[in-house]
């Protein structure tokens, strides 16, 4: 019985990443990029990658969120809570996604209520490939 398990899990180990493989690999790259980043911190490559990311991420808030278009550089963004999102939503909301298809997520309401929030499939992907690598880790 065991030996059956094993054959259908990995059958299935197998299907997943083929089907990754036909969508465009998206999980599969978001997977060895964080492995890559989280494995050599501080090689310049991975500090570069960090850095740039997160250049990209504020000039886009900052660019296309109603948010975070009146402040100037990073370290004038406030920190930020769950009440603070659910009472400004649309503020939070970029203009860049706002047409295209979404998925919703939410939290598990550990604050009494529950937040909703929207991921484009990209940070769906990149969602995906952090569970899949924290997953390996804790085997």
């Known amino acids: 019985m065991r030996s059956i398990l094993v054959i ?15 969508k465009g690999a998206k999980i599969k790259r978001h997977t060895k990029d964080i492995s890559y980043i989280l494995e050599n911190f501080s090689s310049s490559e991975s500090v570069y ?6 250049k990209n991420m504020v000039e886009h808030a900052k660019a296309t969120t109603r948010f975070y278009s009146k402040f100037g550089a990073f370290e004038d963004f406030p920190v930020i809570n769950k009440n603070i999102i659910r009472d400004q939503i649309s503020d939070f909301e970029s203009a860049s996604f706002k047409t295209k298809k979404k998925k919703e997520v939410s939290t598990s309401g ?5 937040l909703k ?10 969602n995906t490939a952090d569970s899949i690598y924290f997953g390996r880790l804790a085997g």
Request: proline share 3%.
């Open 110 to 114: 550990s604050t009494n209520m529950p």
């Open 117 to 126: 929030l929207y991921q484009n499939k990209n940070k769906a992907s990149r």
């Open 8 to 22: 259908f899990e990995n059958l299935r180990y197998a299907s997943y990443w083929f089907i990754d493989t036909l």
């Open 49 to 54: 990658r960090r850095k740039e990311r997160l």
